[in-house]
């Protein structure tokens, strides 16, 4: 079955840099576009990037362009996240997703990692 | 501020039917399809209907979703007490080349 497992979480300080991984089972992953979408503490779900399943195609939320990075290693069946100049504001849990039939359809999801940013 | 607009609460008393509606415009829900999300507490988002009115195998068919223009809507009938969660609509926004989400629904029931 379909698994997406992230890691990478923690304890970042403002300014600073975290990456986020995710690995990918039960499926074809260079097949599928991979998203992360994030919620901050009592907030809603805030799309962050897309990539294509050859890596060639990337889709970023304008707020977080120039700050956040996605990638993708199919050899690893792993999806990334580069996290740089983190803010209060990002502190959140991030989950990876994997693109069902539509751009905006999300069939699975792994349970998240949380990501505090604080001094 | 979230780019589609969800009620933020919505309630119900077991065995009754609720909608929950998710308003767009042009760009995203008027020329793209609506999915549907589940999400619990502690737990991983979950895909309820995908475009407009499909469900995904597994999905109960009390839950249905319909769309019309620029506006969409999920209905729940039969209400269960495990169906308090938050509710969120998706869709693509051809304008900012992006996925955005309604800002979600908390649907209590009493």
């Known amino acids: 079955q379909v698994q997406l497992v992230e890691s990478g979480g923690g304890l970042g300080k403002p300014g600073g840099s975290l990456r986020l991984s995710c690995a990918a089972s039960g499926f074809t992953f260079s097949d599928y576009y991979m998203s992360w979408i994030r919620q901050a503490p009592g907030k809603g779900l805030e799309w962050v990037s897309y990539?294509?399943?050859?890596?060639?195609?990337?889709y970023s939320a304008d707020s977080l362009k120039g700050r956040f990075t996605i990638s993708r290693d199919n050899a690893k069946n792993s999806l990334y996240l580069q996290m740089n100049s983190l803010r209060a504001e990002d502190t959140a849990v991030y989950y990876c997703?994997?693109?069902?039939?539509?751009?905006?359809?999300?069939?699975?999801w792994g349970q998240g990692a949380l990501v505090t940013v604080s001094s | 501020q979230s780019v589609l607009t969800q009620p933020p609460s919505a309630s119900g008393t077991p065995g009754q039917r609720v909608t929950i509606s998710c308003s767009g415009s042009?760009?995203?829900?008027?020329?793209?399809?609506v999915n549907w999300y589940q999400h619990l507490p502690g737990t991983a988002p979950k895909l309820l209907i995908y475009s407009n009115n499909q469900r995904p195998s597994g999905v109960p068919d009390r839950f249905s979703g319909s769309k019309s223009g620029t506006s969409a809507s999920l209905a729940i009938s039969g209400l269960q007490s495990e169906d308090e969660a938050d509710y969120y609509c998706?869709?693509?926004?051809?304008?900012?080349?992006?996925?955005?989400f309604g800002g979600g629904t908390k649907l209590t029931v009493l």
């Open positions: 990539i294509s399943g050859s890596g060639s195609t990337i």
């Open positions: 042009s760009s995203n829900i008027g020329s793209n399809t």
């Open positions: 997703a994997k693109r069902g039939f539509g751009e905006s359809v999300f069939d699975y």
């Open positions: 998706a869709a693509w926004d051809d304008s900012l080349n992006g996925v955005v």
